[in-house]
């Protein structure tokens, strides 16, 4: 499974971060510019924390 980073969608609300800060980085302006990642079964539950998370509906997972 992989995380998208909508980058275009992204406000820089910084909750990604909040909830799962060994995930996600957030350039100096508190923005995800992340490119999509792998992660792995142990880490889905955290990554789902946080697509509810985002205000902007910016994070998604895609099935591989
Ligand atoms: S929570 Fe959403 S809008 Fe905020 S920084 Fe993370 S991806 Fe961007």
């Given at each position: 499974m992989k995380v998208v980073i909508d980058h275009a969608k992204c406000?820089?609300?910084a909750m990604c971060y909040n909830y799962a800060p060994e995930m996600f980085e957030l350039d100096?302006?508190?923005?995800?510019?992340?490119e999509p990642f792998q992660i792995s079964k142990g880490q889905r539950v955290i990554a789902e924390r946080a697509v509810e998370a985002c205000p902007e509906r910016a994070i998604s997972l895609v099935e591989d």
């Open positions: 406000q820089g609300h100096d302006d508190g923005y995800n510019r992340m």
